[in-house]
C-alpha cells in the first residue's frame, strides 16, 4: 500500500478512536452549536426580522462552528498533544508522512464535526420549525464535502503554526469565536466594516458557507454564485495546501537541528 | 567483528536564551556542550551499556544515533548508513525506546497502540495481527492487551513501549532507561527479554540505566560518559579490574555513633564514607584504596574509640568504578 494512504487513513482511525474516548468533542460538535444557534436565532425574533430571511444563514452557520471547533480543538491541537505525549518523534521515525498522517486526523474531526450541521438542522427544523428546504441536495452534499476538505487544511496550517510555537494556543483561542465574525457564519460579512471584508475573503470557508447556502435556497446547478464559490474555495484551499506542505518541511527541519521533537 | 553502530567525533551543543525576546535578539546565549567528539563501536549482537551521571549527555547521543536531531559536529553509521546521508535507510532498521510513560497513546488499549505502529511500518493486515500478539505475548501483557493504556502499570506501560519498538522487526534497539521506576521482580523479567532479544534473534541493543548492577549482569560491553565525554569503553569485567582499585569495605559499630566519617574522611586512601544508623549500630561503609591505606589500619583508628562489632570486605563492583570516574 502506498504510504501517504497509510498515514492519513492511520491519522483518519486514529482520531476517531481517541474521539470516541473523550467525551468532550460532544460539546464542542453538539452543545456548543445548538446553544449559539438558538441564541441567535431568539435574537433574530427579538429584532422582528421574518425567519425567511435568517433561517437558512444562522441554521448553517452554526453547524459549521461545531466543524470548525472540531478543527480546531482536536485536529489542530492533537498533533501538539502528539509532542507533548511522545509520540511525534515515534512517528517521526516511521516511514510514513506526518503531513498526511496530521492531514488524515484533522479531516476526521472536521467530518466529526458534520454532527453538528444535523444537530442545529433538526433543532432548527423540528423543535424551532424553521422553513428550510434544500432544493439541490446534490450540490449540497458536494459544498459539505468541499467545506470540511478545506477547513481541514486550514487546520493543517494552524496545526503546523501550533508546532512551531506554543504561543499560538493563546491564538487559537481567540481565532474560535473571531471566525464566527470573519466567516459570516451568523450574519453576512456585508454588514461587516468595510476594512474587514478582505480577511473574510481571504477565508475559504466564507465561500464554501455561501455555496452551501445556495445550495439549500436555489438551484443550484444554474447559479454563477454557486461556482464562483467553489472556484474560491479550490483557489483558496490550494495555497492553505501549499502553505501548509512548506510549513511541515520547515519544521521538520528545524525539529532535528533544534531537537524540538519531544520538548515542550 | 562487524561494526553495527560507530561514531565519528560525534558531537552536540545546544545553545539556551534566557527568554523569548532575548532569543529573537540573539542576546545572552549560553552554549551547552552536551556530547563532545564522541567515538564508540558496537558490534552486532551485542547489549552495549551507555552509562553516565544525570545530563551525562546519553539521551542526547540516542537521538543523534536514530536521526532524531542532527549532530552540530561528526557523525556515525548504522548498519553501514551515514545517519546524516541516509537517515531513512537508518530508521526503517532501528527502533527506538524512551523509558518512562511518555510516548504511548493513554486513551487507546495497547493493542491499538501496536496496531498504529505496525500500520504505519507497512505491515499488511494479515502479517500485522500475528506478530502483535507474539509481541503482546513475548513481554507478557497479551491479557491485558484490551485495556486502555491509562489503566497500566508503570510496568505494564514500559512492556508495551518495548513490544511497540520491536513492531517493524528492527535490527538495533535503543533503550532509554528501560527499567526506570519499575520493581525488582519486572525489572528482572524485562532484563531477561531483553537478554534474549541479543542471544536469540541476534538483535543489537545500545542501552542506557542509572542501575549499575543491571549494566553489569546485563552488559557485554559498557561505555561510560561524563559530561559528554567518553571515559571508559570496555567489559564490565575489564573496568573493575582496570578501575576497581577501590575496596568497599562494610564496618559495624555499636551504638549510634554521629559524625565518625570525619575521623576516616582526612585519611589518606579513604575515598568514601557513607553511615548509615539501624538498630542501635552504626553502619560504615568505606572505599579503601589499598595501595595506600590496609583495612587494618583503619579498623585499629576505630577500635580505640568504638566497639566494632563486624568487618567485612567485599570485592569492587561497577557501581564503584562508575562511583570513581564520574568524581569531578
Ligand atoms: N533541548 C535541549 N536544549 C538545551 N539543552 C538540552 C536539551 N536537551 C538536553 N540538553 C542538555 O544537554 C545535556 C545532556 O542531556 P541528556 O538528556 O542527553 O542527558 P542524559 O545523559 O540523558 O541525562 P539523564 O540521565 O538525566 O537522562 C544536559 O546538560 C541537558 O541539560
Ligand atoms: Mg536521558
Known sequence: MNPYWISLRRGFISQLQHERADILWGIHAFVEPVFVAFVVIMLYRFVGTSSQDYATYVVFGSGFIGVWAMVLSFGGKSIFQERMQGTLELMFLTPVSLFTFSFGKILSSAATGLVSVAAVLAVGKFVLRLPIHIESPGLFLVSLVMTIVTLSVFGLVLASAYMLTRRVAYFMNLMQYMIYVLGGLLFPISVLPFWVRPISYSLSLTWALDAVRVSVSQNAWESSVFWMDAAMVTFLTAVYFVVAVVLYRYIRKIAVRDGKLSVY | ?328
Open chain 2, 1 to 328: 567483528m562487524e561494526s553495527v553502530i560507530k561514531t565519528y567525533d560525534i558531537s552536540r551543543e545546544y545553545i539556551e536564551y534566557p527568554s523569548f525576546f532575548k532569543r529573537i535578539r540573539g542576546e545572552g546565549s549560553r552554549i551547552i556542550v552536551a556530547v563532545d567528539n564522541l567515538n564508540i563501536s558496537v558490534h552486532r549482537g551485542e547489549l552495549f551499556g551507555f552509562l553516565g551521571p544525570n545530563g551525562a549527555g546519553k539521551t542526547t547521543t540516542i537521538k543523534m544515533l536514530s536521526t532524531l536531531l542532527l549532530p552540530t559536529k561528526g557523525t556515525a553509521t548504522i548498519l553501514g548508513n551515514d545517519i546524516l546521508k541516509a537517515p531513512n535507510e537508518v530508521r526503517k532498521r532501528i527502533s527506538v525506546v524512551f523509558g518512562g510513560e511518555r510516548g504511548l497513546y493513554w486513551r487507546l488499549s495497547g493493542r491499538d497502540n501496536m496496531r498504529i505502529f505496525a500500520e504505519l511500518y507497512g505491515l499488511d493486515s494479515s502479517e500485522r495481527m500475528d506478530r502483535i500478539d507474539m509481541l503482546l505475548e513475548l513481554v507478557g501483557i497479551a491479557d491485558r492487551a484490551d485495556s486502555k493504556v491509562e489503566t497500566y502499570s508503570k510496568g505494564m506501560k514500559q512492556r508495551l513501549h518495548l513490544a511497540r519498538g520491536l513492531v517493524h522487526d528492527p535490527d538495533i534497539l535503543f533503550l532509554d532507561e528501560p527499567t526506570l521506576g519499575l520493581d525488582p521482580t519486572i525489572a528482572h523479567e524485562l532484563r531477561k527479554t531483553i537478554r534474549n532479544l541479543c542471544t536469540r534473534e541476534k538483535k543489537t541493543v545500545f542501552l542506557t540505566t542509572h542501575y549499575m548492577f543491571e549494566a553489569d549482569e546485563l552488559c557485554d560491553r559498557v561505555a561510560i560518559i561524563h559530561r559528554g565525554t567518553l571515559i571508559a569503553n570496555d567489559t564490565p569485567e575489564n573496568l573493575k579490574r582496570q578501575f576497581g582499585t577501590v575496596t568497599p569495605v562494610t564496618i559495624l559499630l555499636r551504638g549510634v555513633v554521629p559524625q565518625v566519617e570525619h575521623v576516616l574522611t582526612s585519611r589518606k586512601g579513604v575515598h568514601y564514607v557513607e553511615s548509615g544508623i539501624q538498630d542501635n549500630t552504626t553502619k560504615l561503609k568505606v572505599g579503601l584504596d589499598q595501595d595506600k591505606v590496609c583495612v587494618e589500619d583503619i579498623v585499629s583508628l576505630l577500635e580505640k574509640t568504638h566497639e566494632i562489632i563486624s568487618v567485612e570486605q567485599g570485592s569492587p563492583t561497577l557501581e564503584d568504578v562508575f562511583l570513581e570516574l564520574t568524581r569531578s
